[in-house]
């Protein structure tokens, strides 16, 4: 047990430092202007059409940092910030998300993938939180209710592993083009960079502590097993 809260805390410390981080660049490279001076809407736009795809449409959402590619819909989602700033956080993001319906467009498996664990990982989220709580509760008379919460758990842990593939192709795309298609220069490059490459930290982050939450779920059922 001991262990496994070190493991918590350690998590949740490097996920607190890269929102940390994250946050700060992207402050800081949203201040900087991309050499064409377009906005996150029409870098959208542009990629979107440089990759071949006219059923997508690009859109305004509110919120901060709500950006994200909708497949039901076919629309890239940016948020106000990104949807009309010329900064090379909002290039970077605004590329990013289209990186993702070029996944779509194409069939990028780990995408599939990720599109067919929704509605496992729906229903999931819902109930695992409460079987587990019962589980744990009742660990040493009914350890079968404990065992079902971790196999619900095990599907959101699974649902984050596939993201990764999903997110670092999706900005791996972004930068590329964006460095084809002249959107960013030398210097923006690596700025647009190292904002993407942060943000990805995040999910690997999210990733090992689901992992580590997942591994202390099933050595409580270990150790109520054992008595």
Known sequence: MFIGYIIFGVVALVS????????????????????NGMTGKEVAQKMLRDSGITDVTVIS??????DHYNPLTKTVNLSENVYGSNSVAAAAIAAHEC?????????YTPLKMRSALVPVVSF?????????????????????????GIVLFAMTTLFSFVTLPVEIDASKRALAWLNGAGITNYETHDQAKDALQTAAYTYVVAALGSLATLVYYI??????NRR
């Open 61 to 66: 959402t509110s919120g901060h940092l709500t």
């Open 219 to 224: 050595m409580i059922f270990m150790g109520g």
């Open 124 to 148: 999931a989220s819902n109930w695992m939180q409460w079987v587990l709580l019962a589980g744990i509760i009742f660990v040493n008379s009914f350890p079968q209710l404990l065992l079902a």
């Open 99 to 107: 990186g993702h319906a070029v996944q779509h467009a194409f069939a």
């Open 16 to 35: 607190w430092l890269i929102q940390r981080s994250l946050k700060s660049k992207f402050e800081r490279y949203s201040k900087i202007r991309v050499p």
